[in-house]
Each structure stands twice: as structure tokens, then as C-alpha cells.
Nanobody
Framework: QVQLVESGGGSVQAGESLRLSCAASISTYTYTSRSACMAWFRQPPGKEREGVGA???????RYADSVKGRFTISRDNAKSTVYLEMNSLKPEDRAMYYC???????????????????WGQGTQVTVSS
């Protein structure tokens, strides 16, 4: 069973920061919230869903070029929660943000949409110029 719940979205001005949270409840035969590869995706209005970044069970992170240096993904295994810290937000960061989870096996933990089958409901981020 996999349940992902995002929170923390909102409306901010360009240059401001937001921190999104993803509370993960994962209990399957093959992986748990501690071992899962976790990722953040976003879907701007009228566009395809795109990968923002991912974090593996050991804390290694990867990011899309568009957010490198501004966004940071972290995880607190004791709380089964993954975070997305977003700094220096830009109007083009406006999107619905989704948390996703997959088992740790099957290749490197990268924010590739077709690798993830468990998704949260999303949280909206709006950035005004």
C-alpha cells in the first residue's frame, strides 16, 4: 500500500521561498518509505508533467537543470517525509507539484516520469512577478 500526501503549496512573490512536504506511507512486500526512491514532479498549466528532482534511500539527490542551485530535496526517514525546499522562486516555477515513489531497484533514482507509478494528489505553487 502506498499513500503520498503533499502539502506546503501557496502563492508567493518572485524571489521568495516555499517548502513542500510529502508524507509517505509505504508498506509493500518490496519496499518501504525508508527504502523508496522518492521524486518531485511539477506540471505547469497547459504543459506536460516534468521531473524536478529525486532522492534515493541514501540521501543522494539529482535535479533538473532548471532548478539546480535553487531547489533542495531532503528526506526525514523518522517522519517518513520528503521535502522540497524552493528558493529564489520564479514565475516559471508556477505549477502543480507532485510527490512520487517507486521501489529502490530498477536503476538510478532519477526523476523520470515513466518510472513512477505512485503519486500524491499534488499541491499548487503560484509565483507572481
Amino acid at each position: 500500500q502506498v499513500q503520498l500526501v503533499e502539502s506546503g503549496g501557496g502563492s508567493v512573490q518572485a524571489g521568495e521561498s516555499l517548502r513542500l512536504s510529502c508524507a509517505a506511507s509505504i508498506s509493500t512486500y518490496t519496499y518501504t518509505s525508508r527504502s523508496a526512491c522518492m521524486a518531485w514532479f511539477r506540471q505547469p498549466p497547459g504543459k506536460e508533467r516534468e521531473g524536478v528532482g529525486a532522492i534515493d534511500s541514501g540521501g543522494r539527490t539529482r535535479y533538473a537543470d532548471s532548478v539546480k542551485g535553487r531547489f533542495t530535496i531532503s528526506r526525514d526517514n523518522a517522519k517518513s517525509t520528503v521535502y522540497l525546499e524552493m528558493n529564489s522562486l520564479k514565475p516559471e516555477d508556477r505549477a502543480m507539484y507532485y510527490c512520487a515513489a517507486r521501489p529502490p531497484y530498477g536503476g538510478a533514482c532519477l526523476p523520470l516520469r515513466n518510472k513512477f507509478h505512485n503519486w500524491g494528489q499534488g499541491t499548487q505553487v503560484t509565483v507572481s512577478s
